[in-house]
Nanobody, 118 residues
Framework: QVRLVESGGGLVHPGGSLRLSCAASGRIIRINRMGWYRQAPGKERELVATFDIGRNIRYSDSVQGRFTISRNRAQDTVYLQMNSLKSEDTAVYYC????????????WGQGTQVTVSS
């Protein structure tokens, strides 16, 4: 079992910044992919940013150039630095990790609310 603990959400004005953190703990044999998704009211959950075992980083077009994903390998922690926030970034942000070798599983965090409003 893997546990994900997220932090860093909140209320920010347009143009502001926030930093999200997600710490993974438990039985982690290998992290294949780790990153962030978000879900706005009335919309489907969508990818924000992820990195994979090959150190490839993927960003959604809507956050490219404004958000930066990073990782502390030693602590199995991933961060999302969000700059130049817009009202359309308002959503619940979920941490996701894909772990395992012969048996692969996805785990999700509980979600953290990010609200961008004046």
């Amino acid at each position: 079992q893997v546990r994900l603990v997220e932090s860093g959400g909140g209320l920010v004005h347009p143009g502001g910044s926030l930093r999200l953190s997600c710490a993974a703990s438990g039985r982690i044999i290998r992290i294949n992919r780790m990153g962030w998704y978000r879900q706005a009211p009335g919309k489907e959950r969508e990818l924000v940013a992820t990195f994979d075992i090959g150190r490839n980083i993927r960003y959604s077009d809507s956050v490219q150039g404004r958000f930066t994903i990073s990782r502390n390998r030693a602590q199995d922690t991933v961060y999302l630095q969000m700059n130049s926030l817009k009202s359309e970034d308002t959503a619940v942000y979920y941490c996701n990790v894909n772990v395992g070798t012969t048996e692969v599983r996805d785990y999700w965090g509980q979600g953290t609310q990010v609200t961008v409003s004046s």
